[in-house]
């Protein structure tokens, strides 16, 4: 890897300034590189660095970004008298030009690709550009806000081309929007550009709406920028870090750049008069130490503003400091960000949700969903447990009408129907691992929910039936199992494979359904591996409340512990005891073993002699054993 931290600067670039009265311009003098050069020499950082030299930008160069036009008018104001030069500079907005601006903006433009190219053939790690005219504000045919070629945006551009690169970051801390290299790259993924800048709802200059944070790029490049409006003046220390920390390094550590450009504006640091910030010198060397992890440490600082000459020199030696590798200074204040700060973090992070990972999961995933008829009776669920609405009608719709509509013509059935496919919904796009369905016709409900698991892709589906209920499903492919714990006897299906009917007494206050839980019906889940479940709780059923916790608690271990429970009867205590057992809030009390009826034990017997065969995990006996088989 590359060692060595380059440092661009060159006298000549002091050679222009404001000619005339300009209180909106006359911040921008030539004693802001002095001073800072000053400084790195005073601190001794000058002779740490390699010196690399200035060019000029050329023409091809500066046209990267900006058109012949706007590159005659800025070259024909070197032979300008004052009144001309004044009229020209009218034509924009905060700018002034002097007989030597062309030849400055030229060498900003060549400093910059010296340093890109410095950095990217390994001659150095990284390093920084003092330069002069600033860019980030100048446009394809425009000047802006003493900017006059877009240095930065022309090096993006540059090192696209010249290195075939596919990922920039560039990182504006200037205390300004640069709207200018937004412009450029708005529609181009491969340039991601984050900027924060004074906002103050749209009320300080450049008085933009697309500076605000749903400005996040357009088409191919949407969510490739990242816009942080401060909306109050005096934001410190913590506020920049909070930015960093919960907006741009998750973003940058996903967009995984080959290049920082940094677009290093001081203007956003204590006593600037542009920002009104409270930002102090050793805030830039935790920025700057932070972006060093991308890119491999391929880092380009380019000056942009920065207006109180003590604060820049400060801030500026910071920056190179770390480049340098220093160890890092204490950052000083209280660790926390503001009201208005965080607003704006949480604004950009909302906005930025659709195209970056780290954004999207925020909000872990909700363990239960529920769908209940009585929403007043949602108090008395677990709180972890999280109601949901139905589906709305028109989702419902254009589902049910491509199925059979016959099937759903009473409101009932449609309001059941409703219940069952929100909660299902959840958990098949994992939105929630588990959820409990009150539908007052759960057969229908039941028909609807599994062609909707099998439309979305699922295999297997294991559907346990408590109670009686009359189910039309072709059960021949194996996409689902289907067991019914009925009191009668069915005595029209007989029991196949995938369709298998035990017939279950319950004994009045007796735990006993460990023997069927445990001796039959979770060796034959387990072996048919399911990636749902759904358990249905119908009518007349002949289970407690205590053995459907039983079984909803031990049934977790399959299918990723996706379980659907739709229950028919609307009683609160069973949806409270299955709500508890699906969201894990307790561990239910299922009382000590006790052995079953004759009648029951006979029954699991049976099942099991029938079919082990095509269920090995029945198997607990040597006896009728054929190997291979
Ligand atoms: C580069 C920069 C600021 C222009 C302010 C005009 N420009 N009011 O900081
Ligand atoms: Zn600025």
């Not at 910071?318 to 200074?329: A, I």
């Not at 929100?422 to 939105?431: F, G, R």
């Not at 990636?531 to 039983?550: E, T």
Request: glycine share 6%.
């Amino acid at each position: 890897m590359a060692s060595g931290t380059a440092l661009i600067y060159d006298d000549e670039m002091t050679s222009y300034k404001l000619l005339w009265d300009d209180p909106e311009c006359d911040i921008e003098v030539p004693e802001r590189l002095l001073s800072s050069y000053e400084q790195l020499k005073h601190y001794h950082l000058v002779e740490r660095c390699i010196h690399v030299p200035v060019r000029e930008g050329t023409e091809e160069e500066i046209m990267l970004v900006h058109s012949s036009e706007y590159l005659e008018v800025v070259k024909s104001t070197q032979t300008m008298n004052e009144e001309e030069l004044r009229r020209v500079s009218e034509n924009y907005d905060a700018v002034y030009f002097h007989p030597n601006t062309y030849r400055c903006a030229k060498l900003a433009v060549g400093a910059t690709l010296q340093l890109v190219d410095s950095v990217m053939s390994g001659k150095v790690r990284n390093g920084m550009a003092l330069v002069r005219p600033p860019g980030h504000h100048s446009q394809r045919n425009a000047a802006n806000g003493f900017c006059v070629f877009n240095n930065v945006a022309i090096a993006a551009q540059y090192a696209k081309r010249r290195y075939g690169l596919q990922r920039i970051l560039i990182v504006d801390w200037d205390v300004h929007h640069g709207q200018g290299v937004q412009y450029v790259f708005e529609e181009d993924p491969s340039v991601l550009y984050y900027s924060w800048h004074r906002y103050e709802h749209q009320q300080f200059w450049p008085l933009l709406r697309e500076s605000d944070y749903d400005a996040v790029g357009q088409g191919k490049g949407k969510g490739f920028n990242l816009n942080v409006p401060w909306n109050k003046v005096g934001m410190g220390n913590s506020d920049y870090l909070a930015a960093f920390f919960h907006v741009l390094l998750p973003v940058a550590f996903e967009f995984v750049p080959e290049l920082i450009l940094v677009s290093s504006g001081y203007d956003s640091g204590i006593g600037d008069p542009e920002g009104q910030m409270n930002a102090t010198p050793e805030c830039f060397a935790h920025l700057t130490h932070f972006l060093m992890q991308l890119a491999n440490g391929r880092l380009c600082a380019v000056l942009e503003g920065g207006y109180h000459l003590k604060s820049l020199s400060e801030s500026v030696c910071m920056t190179v400091k770390t480049l340098l590798r220093d160890p890092l200074p204490q950052i000083a204040g209280e660790m926390a960000p503001c009201l208005s700060a965080i607003e704006s973090i949480q604004n950009v992070r909302g906005a930025h949700k659709p195209y970056w990972k780290c954004l999207m999961y925020e909000v872990p995933p909700v363990k239960t969903a529920a769908a209940i008829v009585s929403k007043a009776d949602a108090h008395l669920l677990p709180v972890s447990v999280q109601v949901e609405m139905e589906m709305n009608a028109q989702e419902l719709k254009t589902f049910v009408s491509a199925f059979d509509v016959e099937l759903v013509k009473e409101e009932k059935a449609l309001l059941s129907l409703q219940n069952v496919l929100a909660v299902l919904d959840k958990i098949l796009k994992k939105k929630a691992c588990n959820g409990i369905a009150e539908s007052s016709v759960a057969s229908v409900s039941i028909t609807f929910a599994l062609k909707h698991c099998f439309d979305f892709g699922l295999q297997r589906v294991l559907c346990i039936v408590v109670g009686d209920m009359d189910l039309e499903l072709d059960l021949d492919d194996g996409k689902m199992l289907l067991m019914n714990i009925c009191q009668k006897q069915q005595t029209e299906k007989t029991n196949s494979k995938y369709y298998i009917s035990l017939n279950w007494k319950e004994d009045a206050e007796r735990n006993n359904f460990f023997c069927a839980v445990l001796g039959f019906i979770l060796p034959v889940a387990y072996s048919y591996q399911p990636d749902l479940m759904i358990i249905v709780i119908g009518p007349n059923r002949s289970l407690g409340v205590n053995g459907i916790s039983l079984l909803t608690c031990l049934l977790q271990g399959l299918a990723e512990s996706r379980i659907l429970v739709v229950i028919q009867d609307t009683e609160i205590k069973l949806v409270q005891s299955v709500a508890k057992a699906l969201s894990g809030v307790s561990t239910p009390d299922f009382g000590a073993y006790t052995p079953a009826s004759q009648e029951n034990v006979l029954e699991i017997k049976r099942l099991r002699d029938q079919l082990q065969q095509e269920w090995k995990m029945l198997r607990c006996s040597v006896r009728n054993w054929v190997s291979g088989s």
